[in-house]
């Protein structure tokens, strides 16, 4: 059986919210904060949990981007549950396996790993739509 995921698209109005990975695969790459689903967690405790670990921040899960499974994606074959989230409370500040936190201007993105450049287009397109 392939690993679950989520990870958080937190945009603050032009910038969104990403994490440096402080462990392989793309140490050192910039990615949208997450993290594997553990036993008898649900999608959603899941991604308040792995945001708060890696951010310092308390989200909200307001919108499923979609599925992404393509077994390339990433190389430990991992199915991510992107959703878009809402910030609630916290300071922003690096912890569990991320080395930074920060926000980046939409129009000056840095290289993203796995395919969050894509889920991050596919999260713009479904604001874009409400």
């Known amino acids: 059986m392939r ?3 989520c990870d958080s698209v937190l945009f ?12 392989q695969p793309s140490k ?6 997450g993290g594997r689903i553990e036993a008898n967690e649900t999608v959603e405790h899941c991604l308040v ?3 708060k670990e890696e951010t310092g921040l308390s989200v909200v899960p307001l919108k499923l981007v ?7 994606r990433d190389p ?13 409370s916290g300071r922003l500040k690096a912890g569990s396996d991320a080395t930074e936190a920060k926000w980046f201007p939409i129009s000056k993105l840095p290289k993203l790993a796995f395919d969050h450049r894509m889920i991050l287009k596919d999260a713009l397109n479904l604001i874009n739509e409400l």
């Open 66 to 72: 979609g599925i992404y499974s393509n077994p390339r």
């Open 3 to 5: 690993p679950l995921a």
């Open 49 to 51: 949990r792995e945001a």
């Open 12 to 23: 603050d109005r032009d910038r969104i919210l990403l994490i440096k990975r402080g462990l």
């Open 76 to 88: 430990r074959e991992v199915i991510s549950l992107p959703f878009i989230v809402k910030r609630m």
């Open 28 to 33: 050192g790459s910039w990615a949208l904060p």
